[in-house]
């Protein structure tokens, strides 16, 4: 198993550009999600998805849109760059609630818009 | 509201010496997860354990110990006679019980192994 993959490794956007950062899971999970880290803040929830065609907002989803028509995959747009998206994007997924839950992180997209 | 605190931002051990690392969580949630990651300089986030509310043995894994308090909501991970290899991020996180069961995580502490 691969487990999960993310693209790319790296990226660099200018402010107003647009994106996708892809996710891929071969593990089956229900559950996925998109998370972004940055110095001294851990990590935020901005997306999540409970099941293919089933998405919802985290904690700080404002210039973010994703969908899932699969199982496997968990797309991130950016829409329009900001610099306040510079960051290090990490997709998770994992069992449901009644599995464990705990979540396998793919190994980070670091992002920086300019 | 769902929080995790870790006080410790960094901390520098000389190998071998012991080290706990502090994780205080709230919630108002009766049933909850607790989990433990560690993130090496490499950057990958690596799940080590989780825990759930109503179980409150603590856990030993080699090195690694856990220590749920559910009277003081803490969940402590002690490593014994640290290694150069256990130098990373180590972050608390709590699941809420409902749903998705969003993740809360902490805001991390730098564990710094000294050679």
């Known amino acids: 198993n691969a487990g999960v993959t993310q693209t790319p490794k790296f990226q660099v956007l200018k402010t107003g550009q647009s994106m996708t950062l892809q996710c891929a899971q071969d593990m089956n999970h229900e559950y996925m999600s998109w998370y972004r880290q940055d110095p001294g803040m851990g990590l935020r929830l901005i997306h999540y998805s409970v099941g293919a065609g089933i998405t919802d907002q985290g904690e700080v989803p404002n210039g973010y849109n994703v969908s899932r028509s699969t199982t496997e995959d968990f797309p991130l747009r950016l829409l329009s760059a900001a610099p306040s998206q510079t960051s290090v994007y990490f997709c998770?997924?994992?069992?449901?609630?009644?599995?464990?839950?705990?979540?396998?992180f793919g190994p980070g997209t670091r992002l920086t818009v300019t | 509201a769902q929080k995790v605190t870790q006080a410790q931002t960094e901390i520098s051990v000389v190998e071998k010496e012991d080290v706990t690392l502090d994780c205080v969580y709230e919630t108002r949630d009766t049933t909850y997860y607790l989990f433990w990651y560690k993130q090496p300089p490499s950057g990958e986030l690596v799940f080590l354990i989780r825990?759930?509310?109503?179980?409150?043995q603590n856990e030993i894994s080699g090195r690694y110990s856990w220590n749920f308090q559910k009277s003081t909501s803490s969940f402590n991970f002690t490593i014994t006679a640290s290694q150069v290899v256990d130098s990373a991020v180590y972050f608390c996180a709590l699941g809420a019980s409902g749903g998705y069961q969003k993740v809360t995580f902490g805001t991390g502490t730098k564990l710094q192994v000294i050679p």
């Open positions: 998770a997924s994992s069992y449901s609630r009644d599995q464990g839950y705990e979540q396998y």
């Open positions: 825990r759930n509310s109503f179980d409150e």
